[in-house]
């Protein structure tokens, strides 16, 4: 294990800066929002409140469509740097990754997943030769597929010499899934002060804030091999898999509770649970247990408390808003579904603002702008 690192490393200096890629989202959502009257050449309408959400829902008739894309991001560097180091092939690992990005989003909105789309585009053929990595991954591909329920639809594998690195692979994913009895959408329409919120845990990184972690790799004395806890590297432990949070979803779902809100936290970190445009305050007043490659970052790259928890997931992959009275019911159905849930605090009247009481971090709402 190595010491504490006093020069301090930033996001923004890993190469990410949301000042940057948020006001482009927010622009494209409003172009985007113009094209939702061609809809109605087709007898359907946009679910408009789902705009600027996880993910965006069409009302068919009977029910509603929802649908999402989402890319892994660079935590395949770390697989491949892995590979290299170790001769262990982490794609299977690194598949379920890609699939929890869009699975996760998608359920958001109450739906549940019904196909996925896969988008393997590499930097030249030859990533291809390879034929353990390439199984590992179509295993992997389908076996979080069947974890979820849904069908592999199909996809692009596309050789992309000159815009993808040579040697690298982009993995995204696609997927539509059906909001049905429609009284299951969950927008915010009943997101209210009283309501509950329940964590469920992350598994350690998830697929946001692999452009930090890689940084701070290059800094440690032995890189991704770097102890981190007792026979735990550090690259090891960034490609623990995403859970995949659907099991939870559908668990409630059959046990007739209602969620008035869900926020998958991905990028931004804690800042996430505010991402309903309501003006709400989110009190929390547990937090769960941060996983050691998290805590190992955070120390490392000099993160204080706002940094971290405004950056990683810090313990919490997944949030539920619930009413109140089931919040309990709700804990242990997750449990029964393999997540160890936590009753991490509740929603308040007042402005729009995330209070993380136990480690004295607060985000206001100019902290989050996705709409």
Not at 3 to 25: C, F, H, M, R, W
Not at 265 to 294: Q, S
Request: charged share 20%.
């Amino acid at each position: 294990m190595t010491s504490s690192n006093p020069a301090p490393l930033t996001y923004e200096q890993a190469g990410v800066q949301y000042d940057l890629i948020d006001p482009v989202k927010v622009s494209a959502q409003r172009a985007a929002a113009q094209t939702a009257a061609n809809l109605a050449a087709h007898g359907f309408r946009e679910v408009e409140a789902s705009r600027g959400e996880s993910a965006y829902v069409v009302d068919v008739g009977p029910f509603y469509l929802a649908s999402i894309v989402e890319c892994l991001g660079s935590k395949s560097m770390v697989a491949d740097e892995m590979l290299r180091l170790t001769g262990q092939s982490h794609f299977d690992a690194i598949a379920q990754d890609t699939i929890a990005m869009a699975v996760n989003d998608l359920i958001t909105v109450g739906a549940t997943p019904l196909v996925v789309q896969a988008y393997w585009a590499a930097g030249g053929s030859d990533w291809f030769a390879d034929r353990a990595r390439a199984d590992a991954l179509i295993a992997g591909w389908k076996r979080a597929c069947d974890a979820c329920g849904v069908s592999w639809g199909g996809g692009e594998t596309p050789a992309l010499a000159g815009i993808v690195e040579e040697g690298r692979i982009d993995l995204a994913a696609s997927c539509t899934g059906i909001v049905q009895p429609k009284t299951r959408l969950s927008t915010g329409e009943r997101l209210g002060p009283g309501d509950a919120i329940v964590l469920l845990p992350s598994s350690g990184i998830h697929a946001n804030g692999l452009s930090l972690a890689r940084k701070l790799a290059e800094r440690l004395p032995q890189g991704y091999l770097t102890e981190i806890a007792p026979g735990l590297d550090f690259g090891t432990a960034l490609l623990k898999p995403t859970p995949l949070y659907s099991t939870v979803t559908e668990a409630l779902h059959r046990a007739g509770i209602p969620l008035h809100y869900c926020a998958n936290i991905t990028g931004h970190g804690w800042r996430k649970l505010m991402r309903h445009p309501a003006p709400l305050t989110y009190r929390l007043n547990r937090v769960p247990d941060v996983p050691r490659v998290l805590s190992f970052m955070a120390e490392q790259a000099g993160l204080n408390q706002e940094e971290a928890y405004g950056t990683l997931n810090m313990g919490a992959g997944f949030a539920l808003f619930v009413h109140a009275p089931d919040a309990e019911a709700v804990v242990a159905v997750c449990k029964a579904a393999g997540s160890q849930a936590l009753l991490a605090g509740c929603v308040e009247e007042g402005p729009k603002r995330v209070l993380i009481e136990p480690v004295q971090v607060n985000f206001e709402a100019d902290s989050l702008q996705l709409r």
